[in-house]
């Protein structure tokens, strides 16, 4: 189960991300990246980002670490910004937060060098979820002490607006020829052949079993969340199956010089960064 906490102040809006999340404080002293159940997308943007995020860390993918924020909607009776009192207001109760990363910068293909084995495992894993919002036009990737990190899985799992489709979903191609990091020629074989005996339905279970009940109740077709969670369960266990076979890259694009200025693409550059070699530095 998910960490809860309590936000005791709203600190700022991101307004990169379509929802509107913000950056909240709360009282275990954390800072975290919170995710509205009162934003647009609804509450299975934030069932998308627990399933895949959580998964995601028990594959030894490198997310966030996760927590549940409790939110009274009178901390935002402060905000001037009209769009985000409202959404402040309609999220009353449980939320998602994600750790904030302090002095991550946002991952650019053509200045940060990726592995193709690390390659390999990102485009797999999106795959399995089918994940259509990591290209190279929103990569969702941070870059933080020199490792990348996931972010923002929301549009994961795609099928869960629709039950009907899902089985049908489980055995769809994957298209990777737009990933982000399809560049790097990824070892898609090597993944599978890591992390596809690891997702067993005893790891969806308890993955799935992080979900809150309050954002599984009241789905049509299902007599309970713990129903809900099984058709995660099925889905995913059921996509599984084969999937490298059914994952496809295009003709692997020239990468070219990075237009961003040296001392962001030092800061971009595997760790130890270049400055860590200065004499003195680090000391």
Excluded at 191 to 217: F, G, H, I, K, N
Excluded at 225 to 230: A, F, I, M, S, V
Aim: proline share 7%.
């Amino acid at each position: 189960m998910l960490t809860e906490v309590t936000a005791t102040r709203y600190v700022t809006p991101l307004r990169e991300g379509g929802s509107l999340p913000g950056i909240v404080e709360a009282d275990d002293l954390g800072t975290y990246v919170m995710k509205f159940t009162g934003a647009g997308q609804g509450r299975k943007t934030l069932v998308a980002e627990v399933v895949c995020g959580q998964l995601a860390r028990r594959l030894g993918l490198r997310v966030p670490e996760l927590v549940q924020i409790q939110l009274d909607p009178v901390i935002g009776l402060g905000e001037p910004d009209q769009e985000v009192q409202e959404l402040l207001k309609a999220s009353g109760g449980l939320n998602l937060g994600m750790d904030y990363l302090p002095g991550s910068l946002g991952f650019d293909p053509l200045a940060y060098e990726v592995g193709a084995e690390e390659a390999g495992r990102v485009v797999w894993f999106d795959a399995l979820i089918n994940n259509v919002d990591r290209s190279w036009r929103n990569p969702n990737m941070l870059v933080w002490h020199g490792d990348l990190w996931l972010i923002d899985h929301g549009a994961s799992m795609i099928w869960h607006h629709n039950w009907r489709t899902a089985q049908a979903a489980a055995a769809k191609p994957y298209d990777a020829s737009d990933h982000a990091l399809a560049p790097f020629g990824p070892d898609i074989a090597a993944a599978a052949a890591e992390l596809a005996p690891r997702v067993t339905e005893e790891l969806l279970t308890e993955v799935a079993a992080d979900v809150p009940d309050e954002w599984l109740v009241d789905e049509p077709g299902f007599e309970s969340p713990d129903e809900l969670r099984r058709a995660y369960v099925d889905v995913l266990h059921a996509r599984v199956q084969g999937l490298a076979d059914r994952i496809t890259l295009g003709p692997r694009v020239e990468r070219k010089q990075s237009n961003a200025p040296g001392w962001l693409t030092d800061h971009l550059t595997p760790w130890p960064h270049p400055t860590k070699n200065k004499k003195g530095a680090g000391e």
